[in-house]
Each structure stands twice: as structure tokens, then as C-alpha cells.
């Protein structure tokens, strides 16, 4: 068995934080280089990685809250001290959380190409992440993909060919590194094909951040509410600029005086869902982001809930 609590120690939620990007020397208490590694799955390959090199920092991505759990447990097993995971979308966070020239290495194993057309933005190296690794790496700072997709590893090597900012070196076939994934143990006995693509970035560029400062808490107290006015926010969307925010529901809670609203807010490609909680108190009320779910406190976050408090007041 193992300690639940230490397990999760290395769990971070930057949703929490005050401000941004991270001061990632806060976090591991020293200056050491900063690899990151996204969909790192079970963390296998991150935890050898750490293991292997103590005088380096690791921050691993994932969505998946299964593969976040064992990746800790890999981490707690192997002693590790070195290592950081967050639950999110990298290609967002990477970009908010990590200050310019922070990381020296990005490492991605095997993801998911998405081979239909459709579903072509969802891959991870499109332009707008190049364009965020290029602030975020050092200036010789290197990327690096493992892939068992010919085409892919092709796609992703013309991407960063066209980029100004990146030099990008010739996909090796059948590479060999010492350490290996599972998956990538299991395909080299099955003789499977893969591919590595290095690219080095040659060149600085600034992209723009929605976290950039401090990040208060949005909260409002108004004198009264208008019931009708709040119900009828349900299906209602809101836009000021680039901030969005649709609320999706109304809950009542009749005797705590208490109402929930389920709302989705977007900046641009940062989509959030949360609840919007307004809670009845001596002598006002007060319009607050809900403690159950902790967005990153985005323009788009704070729009709504001041939105919401000024919608719904009673003149």
C-alpha cells in the first residue's frame, strides 16, 4: 500500500495560484532546468527520466485523471523529488503558466496523431503552439516527438520547417533511446516502424498571454436580486471583445436562499466550465465563482460573474 497523501504531493492546481506565469522556482524550491514531457500516460518514462537526472525539473500534462493517479504512484515508488503534473490542455497552459525562455526540453511520446481532417486542430504541433514554444524555450531549447506515424512525424517536421524561430533537424526511423515507453518496448518487439523529430529553437518571439499579472478573485456583493431576471439568464450568451460566456443553467436551492448557475466562458481558444454560485447573506448578496470547480480566473471568468451580478440585480 501507499500513502494517498504523499502520492498526490505531486499533483499541482496553477487554477489556484495568484499569479502568473509560475514561478516555478517556488515550486521546486531551486533553479534547476525545466523539462516538460505532455501526455506522459502511467509516467513510466518521466519517473526513469527524473530518476536518471536529479539536477533537472520535470512538469508532465495529462487530461486523464487515471493516468495523473498512476503516473504519482510511479513517481512516490521511485523516490522521485523532481517532478510536477497538472491536469489541463498543454497546448493553453504551457503558454500561461511557463515564463519566456523557461523550458529547455519539451518532450511528446507517441500521441495522437488525429488522422481525420476534421478533427486537424486538435493535433498538438499547430502553428499557435509553435508560436508558444517559441517564447516559452530557451534559445537552444529543443522539442522532441516520438511517433509510430510516418505521416505524422512528416507533418510535424514541415511545421517547424516553415517556422522562423526553429531549425528543424531530418526524422531518425527506428531510433533508439535509453529509455523507452511501454508501449514503445512492445512495438519494437512487434518490429513496428517509429519515428524521432528534433527541432532546436534559433529565435525569441513574444506571444500574448491572457494569465499575465496577478489574478484576483472575481467576487460582487449586491443589495437585492430580480428571481425572473436571474432565471432567464438560462441559454443566454454574452460577449464583450474576445471574452464569451453562455450560461447553461439555473439550480435553486429554495431553503439555504442559494443559486447555482452552470456557465461556460471562453478568451479566445481558452474554453472553461464552472458554476457561477449567489448566496443570500444578512443584508445583500453575494455573486462568486463556486468552490466546487476552480477555473483559471481568465477575463473571460471574471466578465461573467461581475456580468452575471450586474444582470441580475434588482433596481
Given at each position: 500500500m501507499h500513502d494517498k497523501i504523499a502520492v498526490l504531493k505531486y499533483f499541482l492546481k496553477p487554477q489556484t495560484f495568484d499569479e502568473y506565469p509560475v514561478n516555478w522556482k517556488d515550486i521546486f524550491g531551486n533553479r534547476k532546468k525545466l523539462y516538460v514531457e505532455i501526455g506522459f500516460g502511467s509516467g513510466e518514462y518521466m519517473a526513469a527520466l527524473a530518476k536518471e537526472n536529479p539536477d533537472i525539473n520535470f512538469v508532465g500534462f495529462e487530461t486523464s485523471l487515471t493516468a495523473l493517479y498512476k503516473a504519482q504512484i510511479n513517481f512516490y515508488k521511485n523516490n522521485i523529488k523532481n517532478a510536477r503534473v497538472i491536469q489541463g490542455d498543454a497546448r493553453l497552459l504551457i503558454r500561461e503558466l511557463f515564463p519566456s525562455g523557461s523550458i529547455s526540453k519539451l518532450i511528446v511520446n507517441f500521441p495522437c496523431p488525429w488522422p481525420k481532417k476534421r478533427h486537424k486542430e486538435r493535433r498538438i504541433f499547430i502553428e499557435s503552439f509553435i508560436l508558444t514554444l517559441a517564447d516559452v524555450l530557451r534559445k537552444g531549447g529543443t522539442i522532441e516527438l516520438a511517433t509510430d506515424v510516418d505521416w505524422y512525424a512528416q507533418e510535424v517536421y514541415d511545421n517547424f520547417s516553415k517556422s522562423e524561430f526553429?531549425?528543424?533537424?531530418?526524422?531518425?526511423?527506428?531510433?533508439?533511446?535509453?529509455?523507452?515507453?511501454?508501449?514503445?518496448?512492445?512495438?519494437?518487439?512487434?518490429?513496428?516502424?517509429?519515428y524521432l523529430f528534433i527541432a532546436k529553437k534559433v529565435k525569441d518571439y513574444k506571444v500574448l498571454r491572457i494569465l499575465e499579472g496577478v489574478?484576483?478573485?472575481?467576487?460582487?456583493?449586491?443589495?437585492?436580486?430580480?428571481?425572473?431576471?436571474?432565471?432567464?439568464?438560462?441559454?443566454?450568451?454574452?460577449?464583450?471583445?474576445?471574452?464569451?460566456?453562455?450560461?447553461?443553467?439555473?439550480?435553486?436551492?429554495?431553503?439555504?436562499?442559494?443559486?447555482?448557475?452552470?456557465?461556460?466562458?471562453?478568451?479566445?481558444?481558452?474554453?472553461?466550465?464552472y458554476y457561477v454560485a449567489i448566496y443570500k447573506k444578512t443584508n445583500s448578496w453575494l455573486v462568486k465563482l463556486d468552490s466546487v470547480t476552480i477555473p483559471y480566473r481568465t477575463p473571460a471568468v471574471k466578465f461573467s460573474v461581475y456580468k452575471i451580478a450586474e444582470l441580475i440585480e434588482e433596481i
Open positions: 526553429f531549425e528543424a533537424q531530418e526524422i531518425i526511423e527506428n531510433f533508439n533511446r535509453p529509455i523507452k515507453t511501454k508501449y514503445e518496448l512492445k512495438w519494437d518487439k512487434e518490429g513496428r516502424n517509429k489574478s484576483e478573485m472575481p467576487h460582487k456583493n449586491i443589495n437585492s436580486i430580480d428571481i425572473d431576471k436571474l432565471k432567464d439568464l438560462k441559454d443566454k450568451k454574452f460577449q464583450e471583445g474576445n471574452k464569451t460566456f453562455v450560461v447553461n443553467n439555473v439550480y435553486e436551492d429554495m431553503i439555504n436562499d442559494r443559486y447555482l448557475l452552470k456557465v461556460v466562458s471562453s478568451d479566445d481558444d481558452f474554453i472553461q466550465q
